[in-house]
């Protein structure tokens, strides 16, 4: 990068951390470091909701899942609508009501101590590992930019992201996701305009994407029917997204602490109400243009040449070993078939390509799909820009990581410090030990992101695949909770053991597609509760939670 790219880059993320440690000075007590004293207005209420999703992972990863597979990954969000709602009629009114910190503490009220305990523990074990795979993301581009070795740059951004968040806490993530947001936004709207700016002056944005679906890519509705029958193991489609992306946004935002951590801190719970429904509102749009990006870079590359594999690390790695003749000729014929505008026969060299890299490495999951929008980025755009797009996904990172390790801190102190190891901690003492709980949850982040190089997918599939094995459960647990009086804890506790052991045997053996796992585990739940509680003989009405 050129050095007024470092400069943007340095100011924007040094002025996010002050900005972040000056409004949440005053934080020094549970309520206000974890809820940030119940003072947040809807809208940043809605900003901290979508600075939580919109990870670097989405920025980095989503335009090379377009470039790849087109745009039928939206469908991924067509539930999420109507999950707002649902959310916003049966969880926030107990959440609120409740006034709890954490969303576990609902179910020792309604079950008992230990189905809260594994709830929690579930929820702590998916979202640090996502979290792990979150600090990879940025560590990518560190290493890019300077040729460092990925694990030096995870210890580095770890490190960073640690004293962001331990600093100022919830309200420190909620302030800055406004700046964060607004940076984010204005650099993908910057980024698709220069895409379509560097394109032919003959080719405008129509064309654009008439030449994308000519190769497939302009795929926003597939029906997941292949030969007359629906394929269980199409990932995206518009099954699998209205009702596995149901039921996943439903788990997301209705039971993973670091979504509810975001809509407890509202002033009221109108407010609540107002930035989850205005969120299902604008994601769906927003993630398509995203997408869209990614699609306008495949464009842009029928008229560019690109790389024959994005990822340099790798291509220089597997030209030390005896691969490298077969890699040349292979880079030699991808080359010639460009010139030619053979562009079908190139993918398929590509493919072959990326087979040789896969044993040259010795990984048989190395995929170049997260390095396509950073290396585009790098290469193409303006001095200025470089670093403002390289901020714009750094700061998506930080919003998200932080507001993760918040709730994995606030679950770790409510649902078990203050619960089995120090009851009566003082205001300060539950200050300082959640910070250190933020602290060490950021360490075990490091050290997954260190076991995250070449996980094979995508980087936005792996942390959604991370949360479809833990997320139907997880909602389970909830659905019988708000639904099925008559069930006692007994009964669900069990009943989750067996289907989390279930859904994880479901996903080894590759037999439905993820988002069917959150069908699947929800259901699983439900259904052997009730046989369990019938069995047990303890069918009657149950009077463990009322809520005025």
């Known amino acids: 990068m050129s050095t007024i790219d470092w400069i943007i880059l340095i100011t924007a993320l040094c002025s996010i951390i002050i900005y972040g440690v000056y409004r949440s000075k005053h934080t020094k007590n549970l309520d206000g470091y974890f809820l940030s004293n119940n003072s947040m207005p809807w809208y940043l209420v809605l900003l901290s909701i979508m600075g939580t999703q919109a990870s670097a992972i989405t920025f980095l990863s989503a335009p090379g899942q377009a470039y790849t597979d087109g745009m039928r990954f939206v469908q991924y969000y067509f539930g999420l609508p109507i999950a707002m709602i649902l959310i916003c009629i049966f969880f926030v009114p107990v959440f609120r009501k409740l006034k709890v910190y954490t969303a576990y503490e609902f179910l020792e009220n309604r079950f008992d101590v230990k189905t809260r305990t594994l709830t929690s523990a579930l929820f702590l074990v998916s979202r640090g590992l996502s979290t792990g795979i979150s ?65 032919p002056a003959d080719v405008g944005f129509m064309d654009a994407l008439k030449s994308a679906g000519g190769y497939g890519r302009m795929n926003v509705i597939t029906t997941g029917v292949k030969n007359g029958r629906f394929d269980w193991k199409d990932t995206y489609n518009i099954w699998s997204g209205v009702i596995g992306g149901l039921f996943l946004a439903l788990s997301y935002f209705g039971t993973d602490q670091s979504q509810v951590g975001r809509y407890l801190t509202a002033k009221s719970e109108k407010e609540s109400r107002i930035g989850l429904l205005v969120n299902g509102l604008v994601k769906v749009p927003m993630q398509f243009l995203i997408l869209l990006v990614g699609i306008l870079v495949f464009t842009f590359y029928q008229y560019h040449k690109p790389p024959v594999y994005f990822d340099d690390v790798q291509v220089a790695a597997a030209n030390k070993t005896v691969y490298k003749d077969s890699l040349h000729t292979l880079e030699l014929q991808y080359n010639q078939l460009l010139e030619q505008k053979n562009l079908t026969i190139a993918d398929t060299v590509r493919t072959q390509y990326r087979k040789v890299i896969r044993e040259a490495v010795a990984d048989k999951k190395a995929n170049d799909t997260n390095y396509i929008f950073l290396r585009f980025v790098i290469e193409n755009l303006p001095r200025g820009l470089v670093g403002l797009l390289i901020a ?64 094979g997918n995508s980087l936005i599939e792996t942390v959604n695949i991370l949360g479809s094995i833990f997320y139907g459960v997880i909602l389970g647990i909830f659905l019988v909770a708000f639904g099925m009086k008559y069930i006692k804890g007994n009964a669900v506790f069990i009943s989750a053991v067996i289907s989390q052991l279930l859904v994880i045997l479901v996903y080894f053996l590759n037999i439905v597609s993820f988002l069917w796992l959150n069908v699947i585990g929800a259901v699983l739940v439900i259904s052997i509760s009730l046989v369990i509680q019938f069995f047990t003989g303890y069918f009657q009405k149950s009077n463990s939670l009322v809520v005025k």
């Not at 930019?145 to 490190?159: P, S």
């Not at 980024?191 to 394109?199: D, R």
């Not at 994995?408 to 300060?428: G, P, Y």
């Open 135 to 199: 600090i990879y993301a940025p560590s990518i581009i560190l290493s890019s930019l300077l040729g460092w070795n990925i694990y030096y740059t995870n210890l580095v951004m770890g490190g960073l992201l640690i004293i962001y968040t331990m600093t100022g806490g919830a309200k420190a993530v909620a302030y800055t996701q406004q700046l964060q947001l607004i940076i984010i936004i204005a650099g993908m709207f910057l980024a698709g305009y220069m895409v379509v700016h560097l394109l």
């Open 392 to 455: 714009m996904i750094f700061l998506a990172s930080w919003g998200s990581i932080a507001a993760a390790l918040n709730a994995l801190a606030s679950c770790t102190v409510v649902d078990f410090h203050k619960k089995f190891i120090n009851k009566n901690c003082t205001e300060q003492e539950d200050y300082k030990v959640s910070r250190w709980y933020t602290f060490a949850w950021g360490v075990f982040s490091i050290v997954v992101a260190m076991f995250a190089y070449n996980i």
